[in-house]
């Protein structure tokens, strides 16, 4: 919010703005703990939209057990811990969880029929009759 001085200079006022915190514990789930359980609940056969939907539902419901163990869960509390969340997830999952082959390799565990090893096709893949 601007607000005018007595000689009619324009000024902003921060005591109206709200502020985000960013706590550690955000940081690390979002970083440490989102990417191999989002990588668990992701099936490998499924389209890139639906993992990433998945992926933003873990991080929101995350984000809603992170409030609640913190006491009440309110809105702009949420928020926050679900932007940090979610963020830092994505992010960690395409700088390093994906690159390391870490992320892959889990969700091909636990998809069904596996992971084949990279490279290498498996039967019925590929192959035309």
Known sequence: ????????????????????DV????????????PPVIALLNQRSW???????????????AAVVVEFVRGPVALTGWRDTAIVVAGTAFASYKLWWQPAGVAPAIEGATSPGGRSPEGQQEPGEGQHA
């Not at 789930?29 to 989102?34: C, F, L, N, Q």
């Not at 389209?47 to 539902?57: C, D, F, S, T």
């Open 1 to 20: 919010m601007r607000t005018l001085t007595p000689h009619g200079f324009s000024v902003i006022n921060h005591e109206s703005e709200n502020t985000m």
């Open 23 to 34: 706590n550690p514990v955000d940081l690390l789930i979002g970083s440490a703990v989102m």
């Open 47 to 61: 389209a890139p939209p639906l993992k990433g939907i998945i992926a933003l539902v873990a991080c929101l419901i």
